[in-house]
């Protein structure tokens, strides 16, 4: 899988998905990703063990993705590729090193910055996702991906807000999933409404173990 994290429209679905902000996600989209998570952490698993896997051909390809960036550490976009694999089922800590990596190869490089900036927002490091996010768009200005994880940090961070819904009204015009606009201004109202408290819905994933999963 060539590594697009948070570089275009489609990046911004997928960083709904992982932190669980999406119109209809808790009732429906939910059950996609946890077949996701299935697939992409069976591969994960054989590709770091030796242990087997109904899917043998998944594992073998992520295993390649891996090895070669851990053979290749001169490779940037083999760093990407592998960071991408655990980033996909929100394991930012095991993607940290090959995103660092990468960073290190070119500081330049807005994919690794953004992706730095998710695995901050991930780890509740909400001024480190500030941070690498804004530094992605000062590179790439306008990459929706980078620019919904800074209004998502704002917001979870409750400062910037009448930035982040100026931000929201350029990623509305520039194509972006009309529920996902949706969503995140539903999330700024409620961090305004919240006088300075930083809990809002982008603290909760996904739940579909019981009851709270609709509500």
Known sequence: MKYGFLTSKTSVTLFGLIIGLY?????????????????????????????GAANAGAIEETR????????????IEAQLDAADQFMQISRPEEALPFLQRANQLDQQDPRALAGLGMVGFLTGKYDEAIKWASQSLAIRPGNPGASFLLVASYIRTNQKLDVAE??????????????????????LKAARSTKGSTKTVLDHGPDVKGPESNR
């Open 166 to 187: 100026r931000m929201i009204s350029d990623l509305e015009k520039s194509g972006v999933d009309p529920a996902m606009i949706t969503s995140i201004r539903d999330e």
């Open 64 to 75: 390649q993705i891996i090895d070669k960036a851990r053979n290749s550490p001169d490779n």
């Open 23 to 51: 119109g209809g996600f808790k009732i429906a989209n939910s059950q996609y990703r946890l077949m996701l998570e299935r697939d992409l952490k069976t591969s994960i698993a054989g590709a770091s063990s030796t242990a």
